[in-house]
Each structure stands twice: as C-alpha cells, then as structure tokens.
T-cell receptor
Framework: KNQVEQSPQSLIILEGKNCTLQ??????????LRWYKQDTGRGPVSLTI?????NTKSNGRYTATLDADTKQSSLHITASQLSDSASYIC???????????FGSGTKLNVKP | GAVVSQHPSRVICKSGTSVKIECRSL??????MFWYRQFPKKSLMLMAT?????????EQGVEKDKFLINHASLTLSTLTVTSAHPEDSSFYIC???????????FGPGTRLTVL
C-alpha cells in the first residue's frame, strides 16, 4: 500500500534553534519527493524537490535529504525564525502519472 | 514561474446556493489540475483530478453531481459546489501540473463558509 508517514505530528522549538522533520514512504514506483510549507489559511508552497538520484537539496535555511534505499527523507531547518511556524508536508510523486501521495504534515511552532 | 491563482479567496454563501471557484495557471499550460479540500488541522484530501477537455476523475466518496468540475482550457479549471450545505464549509485548494513535469503547483486556496 502506498503511504507517506511524517513525524513528529507537531513540534515546538525556540527561535534560533534547529529542527529536523521526518518523512517515511512506501510509494512505488517512486518518481520524486517534495517538501511543502503551508501557512495557516494558505496553499502549500514548494520548498524542495528531489528525484531518485538526489541525496540532498537545499533552499536557504531548508535542507532536505533523501535515502531512496530506506525510503526516508528529512527536512532540516537551520536557525529557525518565527516565520517558519507552519505545517510542513511531504509529498511523494509516483511514476504512475498524476499520482501524488501526501503525508499528514508536521505542525511546527517556533516560539520567541 | 509556475504560479497558480484561485478566485475568490473567500466566499460566504447561504445554504442551498451554488458557488463557483476558479483555478488558473497564470504563466504555464496545465494539462492536469487537481482539487483538494482541507479541514482545520487536517491534511489535504484529493477530491478529483481533471484533464483539459475531458471529464474529471473523482476520488471515492466524492459526489460528482455535488462538486462539478470543468476544465475547459489549459489554464482554467472551475469547481462548482452545488446546493451547498454547512458541512461543505472547508478550505478548497487547487493545484496544476505542468505538462511533461511530474510535480504540481498549488493555488492559495479558497475559504468557503456556508451559513
């Protein structure tokens, strides 16, 4: 069964600290994995995308890693800011075109 | 690039009326558009997939006659919530897939409140 699981469900950190969000998937065939940031009441915005051959991708303070062998991905946020407070969603695209599998998201709350 | 817009951003309507939500790809041609709904503190739930010029494919449990989807051009898809009820109140988000690219770009969402 094609599934995407994210952990933790929610996370509270202090401003300036780092954090890592996890995404495990069982999607096959695999095409790509995207991390999105969704602010409350807004649509998701893409942070990174990785294909099978890519191990890491950075976008400013966001760094995503992918281990295609273990089917795990992580999103590392460095020096967190208050504006990082949002839900982070992991989405895995399948080679079965138009099939995307969503994780349930991690709710991050950055406190001053 | 790859910007998707939605209109309106918010709509409040009376129970029993119909509401149309537009989704546009502003700077690219989208062969496929997706419609999602999202309840508070929940993840996105795919409602239907629409391909330009053909009928939409609905997910299990989504009523075709209640949620009418039209994808008449490569840059526009519409979702019409017919005879809306308070339980249809939700956040509706569309996304568009760029032709030949296996990824999707999301619109900003539409908050529907049915009184």
């Amino acid at each position: 069964k094609n599934q995407v699981e994210q952990s933790p469900q929610s996370l509270i950190i202090l401003e300036g600290k780092n954090c890592t969000l996890q995404c495990n998937y069982t999607v096959s065939p695999f095409s790509n994995l995207r991390w999105y940031k969704q602010d409350t009441g807004r649509g998701p915005v893409s942070l990174t995308i990785m294909t099978f051959s890519e191990n890491t991708k950075s976008n400013g303070r966001y760094t995503a890693t992918l281990d295609a062998d273990t089917k795990q991905s992580s999103l590392h946020i460095t020096a967190s800011q208050l504006s990082d407070s949002a839900s982070y969603i992991c989405v895995v695209g399948s080679d079965n075109f138009n099939k995307f599998y969503f994780g349930s998201g991690t709710k991050l709350n950055v406190k001053p | 690039g790859a910007v998707v817009s939605q209109h309106p951003s918010r709509v409040i309507c009376k129970s029993g009326t119909s509401v149309k939500i537009e989704c546009r790809s502003l700077d690219f041609q989208a062969t496929t558009m997706f419609w999602y709904r999202q309840f508070p503190k929940k993840s996105l739930m795919l409602m239907a997939t629409s391909n330009e010029g053909s009928k939409a494919t609905y997910e299990q449990g989504v009523e075709k006659d209640k949620f009418l989807i039209n994808h008449a051009s490569l840059t526009l898809s519409t979702l019409t919530v017919t005879s809306a009820h308070p339980e249809d109140s939700s956040f509706y988000i569309c996304s568009a897939r760029l032709a030949g690219v296996d990824t999707q770009y999301f619109g900003p969402g539409t908050r529907l409140t049915v009184l």
